[in-house]
Structures are given as C-alpha cells and as structure tokens.
C-alpha cells in the first residue's frame, strides 16, 4: 500500500507564501507523475500544477508565475512553492501520484492524499 501525506497548508494574508509538500512512502518502487490538485468549496476539483519523474512540469493559467512545482525523487516527495497567495486561492490542496508498486508489474496505480487546507485572507 502507498500513502500520501500533505503538509504545510495553513492560513496567510494575501500576498503570503506556503510551501507544500507531499510525502509518498509504502510499497513504492517508483513514482512516475504527480500532481497538486485543490478544491474550493462549492466548486470542482481542478488540477494545479503536475510534474513528471524527469522534471518536465505544467501550471494552471491562474498559478503560472506564482507557484512552482518540484519534486525530490529520492524522498518521493512533491512540493508546491505558493507565492503571492490570493484569496482565491483558498482551497483543500491534494496531492495526487501515479506509483509503480513493483518491478514485477509496470502498472502504475493512482494514490490521493487526504488534502491539506490553503486559506489566504485578504
């Protein structure tokens, strides 16, 4: 089993900074793409920003210039760098990852984690 566990959410003043991270661990032999996902109440959930096992990444238009995504692949952690917070920013913060349990099977499995809460005041 993989579990993925955010952190770093918390509450700012517009304009403020979090850094988020994501921490994958369990049956893990690797793990390929992973995404930061966020939901607003009342509203879909939208993808954020994602990034691949080499690097190559890809923002929102309303994070672009903002955020930065980076991942640490020996850790099997994600981050989300969150600058010049607004409050629509506001939201649950999942992360998301596609994981290769074993090197048996190159099946890649879809874990979530339980969210961790962005609140920006203005």
């Known amino acids: 089993q993989v579990q993925l566990v955010e952190s770093g959410g918390g509450s700012v003043q517009a304009g403020g900074s979090l850094r988020l991270s994501c921490a994958a661990s369990?049956?893990?032999?690797?793990?390929?793409?992973m995404e930061w996902y966020r939901q607003a109440p009342g509203k879909q959930r939208e993808l954020v920003a994602g990034i691949t096992s080499g690097g190559s990444t890809d923002y929102a238009d309303f994070v672009k210039g903002r955020f930065t995504i980076s991942r640490d692949n020996a850790k099997n952690t994600m981050y989300l760098q969150m600058n010049t917070l607004k409050p629509e920013d506001t939201a649950v913060y999942y992360c998301y990852a596609a994981v290769q349990i074993s090197s048996r099977s190159s099946v890649l499995r879809a874990y979530w984690g339980r969210g961790t809460q962005v609140t920006v005041s203005s």
């Open positions: 369990g049956s893990i032999f690797s793990v390929d793409k």
